[in-house]
Nanobody, 128 residues
């Protein structure tokens, strides 16, 4: 059973930075894409980044492009989300999720449907 645990959330002022971590337990990175989602109170869940650890391919939502960067540390089975130039509208609970894929023809997506394994989330609050 794949298990994901997020950490690194907290309170930061607008313009500041945070780095979230997603620790993946139970399997190697080989067959899984890892994505970050967020959900603010009263809003729909939003996919913001995705990563294929084996190839390094990434995908970002327009709302975070140029400000957020996802990366992986294969040795430690951890995926990161570096968040810079944070805005109050980035306030949300952030989740990482894993989607299995058969081969490298798989196309990254920010839709939630392929992601079968989810962490419990970490809260990010950006003050004005």
């Amino acid at each position: 059973q794949l298990r994901l645990v997020e950490s690194g959330g907290g309170l930061v002022q607008a313009g500041g930075s945070l780095k979230l971590s997603c620790s993946v337990f139970g399997t190697s990175f080989g067959p899984y894409a890892i994505a970050w989602f967020r959900q603010a109170p009263g809003k729909e869940r939003e996919g913001i980044s995705a990563l294929k650890p084996n190839t390094g391919s990434t995908l970002y939502a327009d709302s975070v492009l140029g400000r957020f960067t996802t990366s992986k540390d294969k040795t430690q089975n951890t995926v990161y989300l570096q968040m810079d130039s944070l805005k109050p509208e980035d306030t949300a609970t952030y989740y990482c999720a894993a989607a299995p894929y058969a081969d490298n023809t798989y196309t990254l997506t920010l839709a939630s449907w392929p992601y079968a394994n989810w962490g419990r989330g970490t809260q990010v609050t950006v003050s004005a």
